[in-house]
């Protein structure tokens, strides 16, 4: 384990990531991020909407994580 503290707190989100990766809808999420991405480009989106794209997209990624968190602690 890293002994400094920004290094442990790293090591625990990549962790959290790699649980929430078992999670189906997460992968959903994240696929369907990718292709919002994809199409994105493909369509030429402008700036202001690249940035509404990714908030938006952030934003569902942050609550699945959230959502995991909860549903993990709720099991315990």
């Given at each position: 384990?890293?002994?400094?503290?920004?290094g442990?707190?790293?090591?625990?989100?990549?962790?959290?990531?790699?649980l929430?990766?078992?999670?189906?809808?997460?992968?959903?999420?994240?696929?369907s991020?990718?292709?919002?991405?994809?199409?994105?480009?493909?369509?030429?989106?402008?700036?202001?909407?690249?940035?509404?794209?990714?908030?938006?997209?952030?934003?569902?990624?942050?609550?699945?994580?959230?959502?995991?968190?909860?549903?993990?602690?709720?099991?315990?």
């Amino acid at each position: 384990m890293a002994k400094n503290p920004l290094g442990r707190s790293f090591l625990f989100a990549f962790r959290g990531l790699a649980l929430a990766g078992g999670e189906r809808n997460f992968r959903l999420h994240l696929v369907s991020a990718s292709v919002v991405v994809f199409l994105g480009f493909y369509a030429g989106v402008s700036r202001s909407e690249w940035i509404w794209l990714l908030l938006c997209t952030g934003g569902v990624i942050s609550l699945e994580l959230v959502n995991t968190a909860l549903e993990k602690l709720t099991d315990l």
